[in-house]
Every structure is written in C-alpha cells, then in structure tokens.
C-alpha cells in the first residue's frame, strides 16, 4: 500500500480521481456517484453494481439490482513537482475519517469491522464540524492548551473578522484570562462548549 507518483500533475485533480475508481470488466462495473474533498484528501462513494448473479458483494449488502456502494479514500500530495496519490478502500481502516454525512448516508450496509468502526470515526467527526461559532460567543476548551508562551488556557472569547479583499472570515481566539489572541489548530475536531 505505497503511494503512486506522476512527473505531472493532472490538468483535473478530480477528473483523474474519480477515473482511478471507475472501473468494468465482466463481472462488475465501479463508477462514483459522490466526490468530496477535504484539504489534501479525496472521498469518493464507489456504486459497484453485479453483470452476474452470482458475484460476490465482498462484505456489502447489495439490493434487488445487485448494486452496493462503498467508500473510497484517496491520499494526494506534491513532492518535489510530482503528484502523488494513494486510494485505500473503507475496510482498511483509512486514518483519515472526515467524510461528510452525506456520503455515509449513500454507503450500503456492510459486516466489515474496519469499514464499521471507520464510519463511526466519520460520524463522530461530522458531528464536531456541524458545531456552530459566532463573533464573540465564548467558548471553553476541555482541555486546557499550553501555548508558546508556555501558558495553559482554555477559556475564549471568538473573534471573526473579514479582512480587505479575502473570501472569507479570519477566526481566532481572545483568552479570557489574559486577553491575548491566540489560534487554535484543528478547532472544529476539539472538544469544546460554549459558555
């Protein structure tokens, strides 16, 4: 399972995406029928559907039709000027679990324990982002952080503000006991309530 590179990045990172996952031989054809990114990393809801009655749906539950969807997970990089990508499939328990809750409401059911536990890890982290901010609601982390300054907060007041000619909004954080702006990674996956 190593990663595959290119000497040349594709014209449409999506289009060639979505071409490593569409796939047909005699028994099977595969094509995705959702395709969403986040950062760097692609996931894909793969529609397989049966040319045989007898095809094995490999863990899935297939319908009348013969056809099941399962999830696709695609890793990208760039490195040095090439493009690299590695696809894992649901049941090999991907690290990266940040599908949106529409792509999971399109996968079939499955017996698959990686593919099971990584849907929950999805759901979990789905139901953090859906969590909602506004300028200057304030917010309490459970876990306090220690920053650079080698002070450990975790009491915030939020701040949003949109800059001249940005798209969108700038967040970042005032401590409540020390006033100082500070940001915080990987907010929306913290544990947090609003005070």
Same mark, same amino acid.
């Given at each position: 399972?190593?990663? #595959?590179?290119?000497?040349?990045?594709?014209?449409?990172?999506?289009?060639?995406?979505?071409?490593? $996952?569409?796939?047909?031989?005699?028994?099977?054809?595969?094509?995705?029928?959702? !395709? #969403?990114?986040?950062?760097? $990393?692609?996931? %894909?809801?793969?529609?397989?559907? /049966?040319? !045989?009655?007898?095809?094995?749906?490999?863990?899935? =539950?297939?319908?009348?039709?013969?056809?099941?969807?399962?999830?696709? $997970?695609? %890793?990208?990089?760039?490195?040095?000027?090439?493009?690299?990508?590695?696809?894992?499939? =649901?049941?090999?328990?991907?690290?990266?679990?940040?599908?949106?809750?529409?792509?999971?409401?399109?996968?079939?059911? #499955?017996?698959?324990?990686?593919?099971?536990?990584?849907?929950?890890?999805?759901?979990?982290?789905? /139901? %953090?982002? /859906?969590?909602?901010?506004?300028?200057?609601? !304030?917010?309490?982390?459970?876990?306090? %952080? =220690?920053?650079?300054?080698?002070?450990?907060?975790? !009491?915030?007041?939020?701040?949003?503000?949109?800059?001249?000619?940005?798209?969108?909004? #700038?967040?970042?954080?005032?401590?409540?006991?020390?006033?100082?702006?500070?940001?915080?990674?990987?907010?929306?996956?913290?544990?947090? $309530?609003?005070?």
């Amino acid at each position: 399972m190593g990663w #595959t590179c290119h000497y040349t990045p594709p014209r449409d990172e999506r289009a060639e995406i979505e071409r490593l $996952v569409t796939f047909e031989n005699e028994e099977r054809a595969m094509r995705p029928v959702l !395709t #969403t990114r986040k950062g760097s $990393v692609w996931y %894909l809801a793969v529609e397989v559907t /049966a040319k !045989t009655k007898d095809a094995d749906p490999y863990g899935y =539950e297939a319908d009348a039709l013969g056809r099941y969807v399962f999830a696709a $997970v695609i %890793l990208t990089r760039r490195d040095n000027g090439e493009w690299c990508y590695k696809d894992m499939e =649901e049941s090999m328990g991907p690290h990266e679990a940040q599908a949106p809750q529409k792509l999971l409401d399109l996968l079939s059911p #499955t017996t698959k324990e990686y593919a099971l536990a990584w849907r929950a890890r999805c759901k979990a982290s789905a /139901a %953090l982002a /859906a969590r909602k901010i506004a300028h200057g609601d !304030t917010i309490r982390l459970a876990e306090p %952080l =220690e920053f650079s300054d080698g002070i450990a907060r975790d !009491t915030f007041t939020v701040q949003r503000e949109r800059f001249a000619g940005a798209r969108r909004a #700038t967040t970042h954080f005032l401590c409540q006991k020390t006033g100082a702006a500070c940001r915080i990674s990987r907010f929306m996956q913290r544990a947090w $309530v609003k005070v």
